[in-house]
């Protein structure tokens, strides 16, 4: 799989450049934005979610590249979407 270098629109945006709202009973929402901390890795994946019985939860994970972001957004969408809550 080849790797695709980040534009500039994706590293100057204020908040996240994409946003998946997967549907479900999760109520969940994926975003990718990049990493304002430090320079690597340069992307950060976050799910967030509201389970039936609680509060909100979250999980994160730092990522290399913009495919590997990409994956790993659509895979947590598609749990939260299945109603499963999400695991980095």
């Not at 009973?25 to 430090?38: D, F």
């Not at 990409?70 to 939260?80: K, P, S, T, V």
């Amino acid at each position: 799989m080849t790797t695709r270098p980040l534009e500039p629109w994706m590293t100057s945006a204020s908040g996240p450049f994409v946003s998946i709202k997967p549907g479900g009973p999760l109520q969940g929402v994926v975003t990718i934005s990049a990493n304002t901390e430090t320079d690597s890795p340069p992307l950060v994946v976050d799910a967030t979610w509201k389970p039936l019985d609680g509060d909100r939860r979250s999980v994160a994970q730092t990522v290399d590249e913009y495919t590997a972001a990409r994956n790993l957004a659509h895979e947590w969408a598609d749990q939260l979407a299945a109603g499963r809550e999400p695991t980095s």
